[in-house]
């Protein structure tokens, strides 16, 4: 449970005041302080001028500054480390998968900085939203800051680099894929549990990253379940892992707690029909699902994927239904050609193959990008098969869901968490 934290504190400019920038000469007098103290009218000895060392570049309150300017070389942090298990522990000497990593570091299609740079934007947007976020805020305006926190520090380039998919700000016994619409009035309260679901990309690379926020104690149990269950699901994930045992691991973790609601104990339920999933360029779902309930899934994990590894908890049916009006599309990656007869979806199509190409997006992104009396267009582009909607998706009414969500990379050597960060 997040206590309400004291006033916004003052920005801290960047960089210090003195704007020119060259070192202050100090006059010091020739003998004034020597040993008698008293002030002898010395020669006046010029000091020699010691470099004021530069004032380390620091991020903004809110974000602004673009991680380039903070990592000049280029070169982003690693995530949290884990060595592979079992037979595949020979992997962490072995000659072979290190010269293979290296490679992949040289090679700018796998490099690992794309999603180090997207993780590391993650982090610090994240920071300021987990301290900023309160109840009374308009969903709105918490989406923006954080959109806007995205495109300043992954200096936001077309589809080189900026926002991974819609914010997600699902509230209460919604669990995934709402996100405020334009003139869209909903005000977060005090007894809202929120799921807050950002992504990022660098050149496709998409990193996704959630946490839950609630702000008052009733189900702090419930975020405790979630997050141990995902980060069950973190460690046991690695290459030759079956979906489906992997899913027992994390089910049995997130059925090991119970939420005391109003003197009324109850279960956390995985939800059974939401799923965390493999990540490909530019797809946000790479094909794989890996669910939250034992299942017979032989599909197994492989060396250089990137898996988004995101549970969900529910203390009521764990299964949600969708419900409520869409704010979340997508292209479809093998989208069918088919002749548009509507010339407004033609154009509209080809601003969303311009500004999104296969990325998943919101209205507001739309209206952004400077459309507008869409609807008709959209609805058709979706009855056609080419665009993908998806709905806001809820358990019943009175029930309450939390997620917690990390992007991992099987790396040939060992695994990398790469969104890791002091907070989950
Ligand atoms: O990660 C249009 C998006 N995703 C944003 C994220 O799990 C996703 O339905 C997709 O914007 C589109 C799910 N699993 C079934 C396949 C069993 C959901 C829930 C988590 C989420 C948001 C997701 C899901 N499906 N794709 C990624
Ligand atoms: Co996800």
């Not at 405020?180 to 929120?194: C, I, Q, Y």
Request: charge should be negative; include cysteine; hydrophobic fraction near 30%.
């Amino acid at each position: 449970m997040i206590a309400p934290v004291p006033t916004e504190k003052k920005p801290d400019e960047v960089p210090p005041a003195n704007a020119d920038g060259d070192e202050e000469e100090e006059i010091e007098e020739e003998g004034a302080h020597d040993a008698q103290g008293a002030g002898g009218e010395g020669k006046k000895k010029k000091k020699k001028k010691k470099p004021k060392k530069k004032s380390k570049l620091e991020q903004t309150e809110p974000p602004t500054v673009g991680l380039t300017k903070l990592f000049p070389d280029g070169k982003f942090p690693e995530g949290e480390l884990h060595e592979y298990k079992d037979d595949n522990s020979y992997r962490t000497t072995s000659e072979e998968k290190r010269y293979d990593e290296r490679m992949a570091m040289e090679d700018p299609e796998i490099t690992y900085n794309n999603i180090r740079r997207a993780a590391e934007v993650h982090r610090q947007v994240r920071k300021y939203a987990r301290k900023t976020i309160r109840p009374g805020m308009r969903m709105i305006d918490i989406a923006e800051m954080i959109e806007n926190g995205v495109r300043n520090l992954v200096e936001e380039d077309g589809l080189e680099s900026g926002v991974g998919f819609p914010t997600g700000l699902s509230l209460n016994h919604c669990a995934a894929h709402y996100s405020p619409n334009p003139g869209d009035t909903l005000v977060l309260g005090e007894k809202d549990v929120l799921k807050v679901d950002f992504g990022v990309h660098v050149k496709g690379r998409i990193l996704d990253s959630a946490f839950t926020l609630n702000f008052d104690p009733t189900y702090d149990k419930l975020l405790e379940a979630v997050k141990a269950a995902t980060d069950t699901g973190v460690r046991e994930a690695g290459i030759d892992v079956r979906l489906g045992e992997l899913a027992g691991y994390i089910q049995e973790t997130m059925e090991s707690y119970e939420v005391e609601v109003n003197g009324k104990v109850l279960p956390v339920k995985p939800i059974e029909n939401l799923s965390g999933h493999s990540i490909n360029p530019y797809q946000i779902h790479g094909g794989k699902s890996v669910l939250l309930v034992k299942n017979d899934d032989p599909t197994k994990m492989e060396e250089g994927e990137y898996f988004a590894i995101e549970t969900f908890g529910s203390t009521g049916r764990g299964k949600v239904i969708e419900q409520g009006e869409v704010s979340h599309y997508a292209r479809k990656v093998d989208a069918p050609h088919v002749p548009l007869r509507l010339t407004s979806a033609k154009s509209l199509l080809k601003s969303i193959n311009k500004n999104f190409g296969t990325l998943p997006w919101c209205r507001r992104y739309l209206e952004r990008a400077g459309e507008s009396k869409y609807l008709l267009a959209l609805n058709h582009l979706v009855s056609q098969g080419i665009v993908q909607d998806y709905p806001p998706l809820c358990d019943v009414r009175g029930a309450m869901t939390a997620q917690f969500e990390h992007t991992i990379l099987l790396r040939p050597t060992r695994k990398e968490v790469v969104s890791r960060g002091d907070d989950y």
